[in-house]
């Protein structure tokens, strides 16, 4: 049973990218397309899962800070947001069906 070191630099580079872009889905999504080892899945999504959440603990991601930086817009969602309105309350009761005849 030998030790294969490059699962191992896999696995420290995408946890190193999911510490810094917070972005984990598409990391766990490239590197899945870069190796196709299905068996990899897991360990990447452990790996950028906890370095996204130690990385959130002490504060934004790079891209965040980019985005302060060069003074862009940023829009952040408002968490006073509440629905109120349901689905049935706004759809229309009133349909009107087509149906289909078979053409011979």
Do not use: W
């Not at 309105?85 to 759809?91: G, K, L, T």
């Amino acid at each position: 049973d030998s030790i294969n070191t490059g699962v191992y630099a896999m696995v420290g580079a995408v946890a190193v990218l999911g510490g810094v872009c917070r972005t984990p889905i598409s990391l766990v999504v490239i590197m899945f397309a870069l190796t196709s080892a299905l068996q990899l899945i897991v360990p990447f999504m452990l790996a950028v899962l906890t370095a996204k959440a130690v990385g959130d603990a002490f504060g934004d991601g790079i891209y965040d800070a980019y985005i302060l930086l060069r003074g862009y817009p940023h829009l952040k969602a408002p968490k006073d947001v509440c629905f109120k309105a349901r689905a049935c309350d706004v759809m229309d009761d009133d349909l009107e069906c087509i149906n289909a005849v078979p053409v011979s």
